[in-house]
């Protein structure tokens, strides 16, 4: 199923206060709570999980901003530039917002097994001062009757936590992406085997995906954060601010 490419256009992140920022985090743990009741059976499950983390210096813009450096990370993230950057809105089919810091993201069809398959995100955004946190909290898949049943055999999450930090005045961007993958095990043969024959290919294909995904995540953040510091320096430059 083909669906018209739309972008959404946010706009700047509004300021998280720690009522909402707990609201949040309850409402992660109650979906979270939810969807273990609903998978819960007695069928075979291989569990799958990938952890990479990933620094990058800073660029200094010391020269460029005045010698506010420290800060324009955390602005960049909660703007909509940096709200792009943040969820690779470019490679994405569509983006709709859907609640409080809350996104819809559709990514574009692959070719799985043959069938079109469209991955669909909920993602929730939590940008603050201190750090800026993405949860994923679903993930199913758009195609075929056939494809949308295999939804029910799988259940997955994701968190990507962005940090930065000052050290003797050289700053750096540190990013922990952590997925959890669980399937159920219901055809034949692999119904025969431990869950182990399914979770060691398994554990090693999604560490060596994550593997290269992250650092090409980071590597088009800086170069967006780049260009959003170089392209308000020019408009500052213009306007005489």
């Not at 083909?2 to 700047?12: D, E, G, T």
């Not at 050289?170 to 979770?199: G, Q």
């Not at 170069?223 to 170089?230: A, F, G, H, I, L």
Request: aromatic letters at 6%; a neutral charge.
């Amino acid at each position: 199923m083909m669906r018209a490419a739309v972008r959404y256009v946010s706009s700047p992140f509004p300021t998280i206060s720690s009522q909402q920022l707990l609201i949040s985090r309850r409402r992660i743990g109650i979906i979270r709570v939810i969807e273990s009741k609903l998978s819960d059976s007695n069928a075979k499950r291989a569990n799958l999980s990938a952890r990479k983390k990933e620094r990058a210096k800073l660029p200094n813009y010391g020269d460029l901003d005045r010698g506010k450096r420290e800060t324009h990370i955390s602005e960049f993230l909660s703007h909509p530039s940096g709200f792009d950057a943040i969820l690779n809105a470019r490679a994405l089919q569509s983006v709709q917002s859907l609640d409080f810091n809350t996104y819809r993201c559709i990514l574009p069809q692959i070719q799985l097994l043959n069938f079109e398959v469209a991955p669909v995100l909920d993602l929730l955004v939590i940008p603050t001062t201190e750090d800026c946190v993405v949860e994923m909290l679903s993930c199913k898949f758009e195609g075929s009757e056939l494809v949308e049943r295999q939804n029910e055999h799988f259940s997955a999450s994701m968190s990507n936590r962005i940090t930065w930090e000052t050290i003797d005045s050289e700053s750096f961007l540190d990013v922990d992406v952590k997925v959890n993958l669980s399937l159920e095990i219901y055809t034949y043969p692999l119904t025969m085997l431990p869950s182990s024959a399914v979770e060691g290919p398994g554990n090693l294909m999604m560490q060596a995906l994550i593997g290269r995904l992250v650092p090409l995540h980071v590597q088009q953040l800086l170069e967006d954060y780049d260009s959003w510091v170089r392209t308000r320096e020019i408009l500052s430059t213009k306007t005489g601010l």
